[in-house]
């Protein structure tokens, strides 16, 4: 999955400019769905058709990022936060805006490195003046991390934008491996705007009409130096989500996934994440209500600009979402 990882995470996209992402996966993805449409907030939905019950399977495209707010007479750029960003992590990573421009983020004179804030924080692009930063970059722009994919000695991946482009990597990998003929209808959204409050799924579960929602997307780890204490490791296989904010997973759903993993001698964890939410959040509010619940890839670091993920758990991601589509799902039995 070295490559699928590679192109997927270094694709620029962050919330609400998605589009270099979903065309990437359109091309990624072709020839192996029956119906592929967009919605007007940018999700894409790749629909295998099928019987009784209807499976939304869910990961996010967008990824963390900063906006442009001013550019001054010298031609520096000030930004603030779009998702989930931590201004400490902030000084000397370099951001990359669609168009190619570069520029690091530094900030003014501080007394107290705990005085760090977005305000005295801005962006160097290299230009000496207004004028010349405003060729290049408007306000309202946004940019993401600039950093490439590596492949780590062991089988572990460091990079940016794991957050999610993991998920949509498991996803494409189902997708392909999956037979022609399934004994239900399953939609793979890529959703749009997670790392702003779930908007594009929930616009999508509303559209789609599911009976079950899966989230595929990582989840925090507890396993580096006096972390959290958290039971969810790097390499030990997926995380079966119990709950974070956003949504305590259906007990059917939790059930139908440990047993999957059981029966296909599928390593897993349970996870119970005390922050963040994720897709799932949205589409078990639809409508009358959703069973859901998510598969997780074990994440370092993330929404930082290297964040490491172990190809294992991919693998096991993969293998787990697979073997749950191609079992039967029930269709009269949901509730809670
Ligand atoms: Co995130
Ligand atoms: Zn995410």
């Excluded at 192996?32 to 919605?39: A, G, I, N, P, S």
């Excluded at 595929?216 to 904010?245: W, Y």
């Amino acid at each position: 999955m070295d490559n699928l990882v590679k192109e997927l995470t270094e694709a620029f996209g962050p919330s609400g400019e998605e589009n270099e992402v979903r065309t990437l996966i359109k091309s990624l993805a072709k020839g192996k769905f029956d119906r592929v449409y967009e919605d007007v907030l940018g999700n894409l939905f790749l629909e295998r058709e099928g019987s009784a019950p209807k499976i939304l399977v869910s990961a996010h495209m967008d990824e963390i990022g900063v906006i442009v707010t001013h550019i001054d007479d010298n031609g520096f750029i000030r930004i603030a936060p779009v998702g989930g960003i931590s201004v400490y992590g902030l000084p000397g990573k370099r951001f990359r805006f669609r168009n190619g421009t570069i520029g690091t983020v530094y900030h003014e004179k501080l007394d107290k490195i705990s005085e760090l804030e977005w305000n005295k924080t801005y962006l160097d692009i290299g230009q000496p003046d207004r004028e010349s930063a405003a060729k290049l970059v408007s306000i309202g722009d946004l940019a993401c991390y600039d950093q490439s994919f590596r492949a780590l000695e062991g089988g572990r991946y460091i990079s940016k934008a794991m957050d999610d482009r993991v998920g949509c990597a498991v996803l494409l990998e189902v997708l392909r491996r999956l037979p022609r003929k399934l004994p239900q209808a399953v939609c793979f959204l890529f959703s749009v705007q997670e790392e702003v409050g779930l908007r594009g799924a929930t616009t999508a579960a509303y559209r789609y009409e599911p009976d079950f929602g899966i989230a595929v997307d990582v989840t925090l780890v507890g396993d580096t130096p006096k972390a959290h204490l958290m039971e969810v490791s790097l390499g030990k296989g997926p995380a079966i989500k119990v709950k974070d904010r956003s949504v305590l997973c259906h007990p059917l759903v939790r059930k139908l996934m440990i047993d999957t993993a059981k029966v296909n001698n599928i390593p897993y964890q349970l996870e119970v994440l005390e922050r963040g939410g994720t897709d799932a959040g949205a589409i078990h509010i639809s409508r009358e209500g959703v069973p859901s619940g998510a598969i997780s890839i074990p994440c370092r670091y993330i929404h930082s600009p290297s964040e490491i993920v172990d190809s294992s758990d991919l693998k096991n991601a993969v293998l787990l979402l697979e073997k749950l589509l191609i079992d039967q799902w029930p269709t009269q039995e949901r509730s809670y």
